[in-house]
């Protein structure tokens, strides 16, 4: 970037709105909670507990300008719009101070303030038939009331009046939970258990407004996301040998996204509404700490899952400038395709050594596998797939990329020493100490799509995957002082 030239640009005239500024996206939380709750002991280990919590929360968000880069001000309209044919002349951030002259430090942009509450109780009753072993299990619950709002600080040209500025309707949902287990224990240290969990969760701001930035429009059926999740767990400690092992399902229906970007089909700025999605999580959990004698250990974990969309979304595009339909009653085909974001195989071993004077070192390997791309809705609806006009296209546009296997050595060393009754720790680690640079742990399919042609020559191909790198060799040093 020439830093140069946008001065220069900025300076041509005197007294004059700057033509670029740097800007902050801000995200002020301010969170008051009250928590009250109660333990009843009844006949021999059996009690019961409960309790009630008020949650009052607000996210304020807005932009703050930083540097005018040799301006003397910026003015508070929608750049973007300046030139538009349609809406050139709707170019007011804020109707309320049209033209506002804006300073270093300063609000532009959008202003705008998210107020959530929740008012809810619980209660949990434990079981237990003997202290030593036999049955004993949880049953328990929990509800609430969820409600949340947006409070618009500006007037939006383009959104007058109560579409953008003031408040949102209050939007209110019932959240409920239910969750019980039964277990046997052998010995103390010797049991089994099965959990089960059921309810109802409250939707997110974000995956409710469609453009809280700009207006106080929501998505058209904003509802709560049914969860139900069971697990099974083991658990063996024995002298030297301790044993942990865990198999769940979970799945959750009705989830809700918003996304925003420019659609190319289109050629403007959209907003995407996803809906009736539906996943399920299955998998299965594995930790094992072997004492090899008092100084030295080994412990192992590994787990593997299975994440994939159920459903196939239905998909709303609307324009972002004015809510125009794009594409409405459209549908994301995501059914079987796995979810993104982290490895579904990992595994890790450590061996440690706990020396004398406090002394300990460790070595670790870390496997990660079966890591797969975020995948773009966008690929996958018909009005996409029409342009692909070979297998070959087809396979692109729909196919999802899985990431190497990666594999990673770290190694661990510290220090106490004790000052009369306070101790100071120096402890340091080396990570990823074969230093490879190519392990990809995340990524994502742009939602952008590459448009060449028109009319019956139009073709559309999918733009190149994003990717994000682990760290290379990365060194560390903690110093620790307790007292």
């Given amino acids: 970037m020439n830093w140069d030239e946008l001065y220069y640009v900025n300076r041509h005239g005197t007294a004059t709105p700057a033509s670029y500024a740097v800007g902050g996206a801000v995200t002020a939380n301010r969170c008051f909670q009250f928590v009250s709750s109660f333990e009843y002991r009844m006949s021999g280990l059996n009690r019961l507990r409960g309790g009630v919590q008020i949650r009052n929360d607000r996210t304020s968000r807005y932009q703050r300008l930083e540097d005018l880069l040799g301006g003397d001000y910026l003015l508070n309209v929608d750049s973007y719009l300046i030139d538009d044919e349609y809406y050139g002349d709707k170019i007011q951030n804020d109707l309320q101070h049209p033209n506002r002259r804006v300073g270093v430090g300063e609000r532009y942009g959008y202003d705008y303030d998210l107020d959530y509450s929740s008012y809810g109780a619980w209660v949990l009753a434990d079981l237990h038939s003997t202290r030593e072993a036999g049955l004993y299990g949880y049953v328990g619950g929990r509800a609430a009331q969820v409600s949340f709002y947006r409070d618009g600080r500006y007037e939006k040209e383009l959104f007058p009046g109560g579409r953008s500025l003031g408040r949102s309707d209050r939007l209110s949902f019932t959240e409920y939970l239910l969750k019980g287990g039964i277990g046997y224990m052998f010995t103390p240290s010797h049991s089994i258990e099965v959990r089960v969990t059921y309810g109802d969760v409250a939707p997110v701001a974000d995956a409710v407004f469609l453009a809280p930035e700009y207006q106080n429009r929501t998505i058209a059926d904003p509802r709560p996301v049914n969860l139900l999740s069971g697990e099974v767990c083991y658990r063996l400690s024995l002298r030297s040998v301790e044993i942990g092992l865990s198999g769940y399902v979970t799945t959750t229906r009705g989830e809700s996204d918003v996304r925003h970007y420019y659609d190319d089909l289109a050629g403007e700025f959209s907003n995407m509404e996803l809906s009736a999605i539906d996943k399920l999580y299955v998998g299965a959990e594995l930790g094992v700490t072997v004492r090899l004698t008092d100084r030295w250990s080994l412990r192992g974990a590994a787990a593997f899952s299975d994440n994939t969309y159920l459903s196939d979304p239905a998909a709303?595009?609307?324009?972002?400038?004015?809510?125009?339909?794009?594409?409405?009653?459209?549908?994301?085909?995501?059914?079987?395709?796995?979810?993104?974001?982290?490895?579904?195989?990992?595994?890790?071993?450590?061996?440690?050594?706990?020396?004398?004077?406090?002394?300990?070192?460790?070595?670790?390997?870390?496997?990660?596998?079966?890591?797969?791309?975020?995948?773009?809705?966008?690929?996958?609806?018909?009005?996409?797939?029409?342009?692909?006009?070979?297998?070959?296209?087809?396979?692109?546009?729909?196919?999802?990329?899985?990431?190497?296997?990666?594999?990673?050595?770290?190694?661990?060393?510290?220090?106490?020493?004790?000052?009369?009754?306070?101790?100071?720790?120096?402890?340091?680690?080396?990570?990823n100490l074969a230093n490879r640079r190519r392990i990809v742990y995340s990524g994502y399919e742009p939602l952008r799509m590459v448009r060449t042609g028109s009319g019956l020559d139009r073709t559309v191909a999918p733009m190149a995957s994003r990717y994000y790198h682990a760290y290379p060799r990365t060194y560390y040093l903690t110093l620790n002082f307790r007292f």
């Fill in 316 to 431: 709303d595009i609307y324009a972002d400038r004015d809510n125009r339909p794009v594409a409405v009653g459209a549908t994301a085909y995501l059914k079987g395709y796995k979810l993104g974001g982290s490895p579904q195989t990992v595994a890790s071993g450590e061996l440690r050594y706990s020396g004398r004077r406090m002394w300990t070192a460790a070595v670790s390997v870390n496997y990660a596998g079966r890591n797969y791309i975020y995948i773009s809705p966008v690929r996958r609806m018909r009005r996409v797939l029409d342009y692909a006009t070979s297998p070959e296209a087809l396979q692109e546009m729909t196919s999802q990329e899985q990431f190497g296997d990666a594999t990673t050595v770290n190694l661990f060393l510290s220090k106490t020493f004790r000052l009369g009754s306070h101790y100071l720790t120096l402890s340091g680690s080396v990570n």
